[in-house]
């Protein structure tokens, strides 16, 4: 098909030609030549006018006819129309399907500014907040959503951890919230109404929590007995000796194991932070390493103390003891006789740590993140030859988290291992300065 200008062209030229010639043959070429550019403005102004009144009058859906380049130009806008058309439609389709699909979240999800205003929120950031899209967008989120800890974590910057809270509207309900930073320094709050699961973990804890309790006194009960029987030297304890021994020895260990759980299920239960006490730290590991060269006896470990003296800390002392002696005496069992065991209290940056350094069997790197969950054992033969329930390092992972502490572990199969717990700085008492001593 021929360009369309140069059709335009071709005419026009014809025009004018023509319109020259015929006046040459009447002898006014000049006249006939403005006569007939005239009436071919004329046309395309016409045209023009045709044009403008169409794209205004929407409800004529087709172009009007013309010729030539005109034809071309209408036909042309026409097609656009129908393809502008046919997206906006596609768009508008989106729209639904993601306000559908939005509204259906069980989530509340709520678009924030770089300024923490809400640009936008679905259904149900107004069933788990309270928020109104009409009246809140625009709003600061923190004048809406009014809670301490949430105002700390919006401010806070560390969005790799989740919040729980209360419902603003309805204390009943417990939400669990998520801030995912995305595009330009914008933010996705996303809230999970949590309650039934919290429910469950609850139910699960008192559970576990009950059964411990309740087994525990017929267990001391039993133990009771069976020392009795040992200790009474007649025919009974000739005969059964052995038996009772061994008896006494799995009631010692099921009584360890349900003093763990309910050590457990005590820590879980409250996660309020330990801070009554003002904790001697250098006195605590200095008396667990004595307790450890007890448990050591005749194997000898060689444990070494370096403890930065005036440095104390505000928590729960017998929390603290626990989480101590664990990883101290895990390492006594853990390394062969003989050798090496450090432990090192001192401060760094902005953190307190306590190193539990040894030489021991190591762990591979496969079982290091799995070793806090509970009855984890690497190797459970060895773990209950001494006497371990495999919740010990269950403990010392849910104490140092109340003590918004942490626990890091690393280790090398046959080279040792290092436990370190890791607490902020401002649980830290200087005894140096501190005037309560
Ligand atoms: P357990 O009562 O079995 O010692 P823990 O929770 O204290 O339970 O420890 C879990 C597992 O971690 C242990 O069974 C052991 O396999 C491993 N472990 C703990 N401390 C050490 C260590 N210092 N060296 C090597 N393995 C260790």
Not at 122 to 133: I, V
Not at 384 to 408: C, D, N, P, Q, W
Request: hydrophobic share 40%; with cysteine; charged share 25%.
């Amino acid at each position: 098909m021929q360009n369309p200008w140069i059709s335009e062209a071709w005419r026009g030229g014809f025009l004018l030609g023509g319109a020259w010639f015929v006046g040459w043959l009447i002898g006014r070429p000049e006249t006939l030549l403005l006569i007939v550019m005239s009436a071919y403005l004329a046309w395309h102004l016409y045209n023009l006018y045709r044009l403008e009144r169409w794209y205004h009058k929407r409800k004529r859906f087709h172009p009007p006819a013309a010729r030539g380049i005109w034809g071309e130009v209408f036909h042309n806008i026409y097609q656009l129309q129908q393809r502008n058309r046919k997206r906006k439609r596609k768009l508008a389709r989106m729209l639904t399907r993601f306000n559908e699909f939005t509204s259906a979240m069980p989530d509340a999800i709520v678009v924030l500014s770089e300024d923490d205003q809400i640009e936008w929120l679905n259904k149900a950031a107004q069933h788990h907040l309270g928020l109104h899209p009409r009246q809140d967008v625009g709003q600061r989120i923190d004048n809406l959503v009014r809670h301490p800890r949430f105002a700390n974590f919006l401010t806070r910057g560390d969005y790799s951890k989740t919040l729980e809270l209360p419902s603003p509207i309805g204390t009943q309900r417990i939400l669990s919230i998520r801030i995912v930073p995305y595009g330009d320094r914008r933010r996705l709050l996303v809230v999970r109404d949590i309650t039934r699961l919290k429910h469950l973990e609850r139910v699960r804890q008192d559970f576990i929590a009950n059964v411990s309790h309740e087994l525990r006194t017929p267990l001391t009960v039993i133990a009771g007995y069976l020392e009795n029987m040992a200790d009474a030297g007649d025919a009974c304890s000739q005969q059964w000796g052995k038996s009772i021994n061994q008896m006494q020895g799995q009631s010692r260990r099921m009584i360890r194991i349900v003093e763990d759980l309910l050590t457990l299920s005590r820590l879980e239960a409250d996660d309020t932070p330990p801070l009554h006490d003002v904790v001697a730290v250098p006195a605590i590991l200095a008396a667990i390493r004595e307790e450890a060269i007890a448990l050591s006896g005749e194997a000898g470990h060689e444990i070494t103390l370096d403890t930065d003296r005036s440095l104390w800390l505000r928590g729960g002392e017998k929390a603290l003891y626990g989480v101590f002696s664990n990883l101290v005496f895990n390492a006594v069992q853990y390394t062969p006789p003989g050798s090496a065991i450090h432990i090192q209290w001192y401060k760094k940056g902005d953190s307190l740590y306590l190193d539990v350094r040894d030489s021991g069997i190591g762990i591979s790197a496969q079982h290091i993140p799995r070793l806090t969950e509970r009855f984890y054992r690497i190797d459970p033969g060895r773990s209950r030859e001494y006497g371990g329930t495999g919740l010990g390092l269950a403990i010392v992972k849910h104490a140092l988290e109340r003590h918004a502490g942490r626990l890091e572990i690393e280790s090398r199969v046959g080279e040792g291992s290092l436990f370190r717990c890791v607490f902020p700085d401002d649980l830290a008492i200087d005894r140096a300065t501190d005037a309560t001593e």
